[in-house]
């Protein structure tokens, strides 16, 4: 007689404690990618205050309103897991939080160029982590819906680089 796990067979062909253990690893995964997206955010809106170019502003005002609509998504999809999902940007993110302060409070504010650079490297970064650490540990659903993110940031990033150049060209 079969095991009773073995008859239990999901949509995926797994044994349902396998698919319970493959959720918990999707969710974790998720999560992760979650808490960038919250980064995101937080860091979108330390630099928002600082830019007084309303070009720039409306632009960077368009790239945190993306990120927010990433993560709405994907709580909405861990949910879906019948998980919690990541509400903040965790310790990392009330780390960078502080050290700007500090930064602030030193007399080190940065440029609005620097400021926008910074952000293009927090982008670029979390493109790199989620690519290279975590999409291949997700199940074809989630797979798709963070894929659809790192499209939208792929975007910001050639927008970055463009509006960066037509800065330069009316500089000149």
């Known amino acids: 007689m079969q095991d009773n796990n073995q008859q239990q067979e999901t949509a995926a062909g797994e044994s349902a404690p396998n698919q319970v253990e493959n ?3 999707v969710v974790v995964t998720l999560n992760k990618v979650l808490k960038g997206e919250h ?3 937080d860091t979108y809106d330390q630099y928002l205050d600082r830019i007084d170019d309303s070009q720039t502003k409306d632009l960077l005002q368009q790239f945190k309103e993306d990120h927010q609509k990433h ?3 994907l709580a909405q999809r861990i949910e879906d897991l019948g998980a ?3 509400e903040n940007s965790g310790l990392s993110g009330l780390v960078s939080k502080t050290m700007m302060e500090i930064g602030d409070l030193l007399g080190m504010e940065p440029s609005e160029e620097e400021a926008v650079n910074k952000i293009y490297q927090g982008e670029d970064m979390g493109i790199n982590l989620v690519e290279e650490n975590l999409i291949e540990k997700l199940d074809k659903k ?3 819906l963070v894929s659809e993110v790192l ?3 792929k975007q910001h990033l050639e927008q970055f680089k463009q ?6 060209e009316s500089q000149q």
């Open 151 to 153: 499209q939208t940031d």
């Open 71 to 73: 993560a709405s998504k």
């Open 23 to 25: 959720n918990k690893e």
């Open 39 to 41: 980064m995101a955010i």
């Open 84 to 86: 919690d999902p990541q």
């Open 163 to 168: 509006f960066s150049d037509q800065n330069l």
């Open 142 to 144: 989630s797979k798709d």
